[in-house]
């Protein structure tokens, strides 16, 4: 089955820096790759995904790449704010009619950004 | 509440007993999921539906059950059988998965169990 180790497990960055959370996953029939946002004590909400068909995907300080050669995917954040302090997972699915149609999670990186 | 509701929020299991926790969405989604957290453990899945009346098992599924009755419902009981079942249990579900495409989820906001 799909297995996704995400790093670091902790980061923290000053305000305004960019953040980077980096994935791989072992599933090489996995295309689809989302990344959720956990703020303490909240539901997971889906704030970016990628598709196999394309490398990068930007909406606006949020971008995730993705290198299926590699089996790897990064998530950035660009100038950081307070707000983006939360626990962040990523996720890889595979599609088709083989395999398992669930999501495999990340253990979550906790992003604490310093004012 | 984001269209899918879980409950109770916070549920207390004695020793031996069996819990069933509530999914109920009305998004019209035809996949549900149950998740399990722990701390810095990320989401385990436990079992998931594509349809009505099918559900697979998940990583975790020992001592755990459901049933899918109805689209809109994923009740998920917790048995005595799971002997560590202490966790934030998050329900989820999507569009359909299709061959080519697959979904974001929409989560749930949670049901701790606690063993006492």
């Known amino acids: 089955g799909e297995n996704v180790e995400q790093h670091p497990s902790t980061l923290s960055v000053q305000e305004g820096d960019s953040a980077v959370i980096k994935c791989t996953y072992s599933?090489?029939?996995?295309?689809?790759f989302p990344w959720y946002k956990q703020e303490l004590g909240k539901r997971p909400q889906l704030i970016i995904d990628?598709?196999?068909?394309?490398g990068e995907k930007k909406d606006q300080r949020i971008a995730v790449t993705l290198n299926k050669t590699a089996k790897h995917f990064s998530l950035h954040i660009t100038e950081t704010q307070p707000e983006d302090s939360a626990v962040y997972f990523c996720?890889?699915?595979?599609?088709?009619?083989?395999?398992?149609?669930?999501?495999?999670f990340g253990s979550g990186t906790r992003l604490q950004v310093q004012p | 509440d984001g269209g899918i509701t879980q409950s109770p929020k916070y549920l207390f299991r004695k020793e031996g007993q069996n819990v069933t926790l509530s999914c109920e969405q009305n998004?019209?989604?035809?996949?549900m999921y149950w998740y399990r957290q722990d701390p810095g453990q990320g989401l385990r899945l436990i079992y998931y539906?594509?349809?009505?009346?099918?559900?697979q098992k998940g990583d975790i599924a020992e001592g755990y059950s459901v049933s899918r009755e109805k689209k809109e419902s994923f009740p998920l009981t917790v048995t005595s059988a799971q002997k560590n079942p202490t966790a934030f249990y998050l329900c989820a579900s999507s569009r359909a998965t299709g061959m080519r495409l697959n979904y974001g989820y929409t989560f749930g906001s949670g049901t701790r169990l606690t063993v006492v």
């Open positions: 539906s594509q349809i009505v009346n099918d559900f």
């Open positions: 599933d090489s029939a996995s295309n689809y």
């Open positions: 998004l019209n989604h035809d996949a």
């Open positions: 990628i598709r196999s068909n394309v």
């Open positions: 996720a890889a699915s595979p599609q088709g009619d083989t395999g398992r149609r669930a999501l495999t």
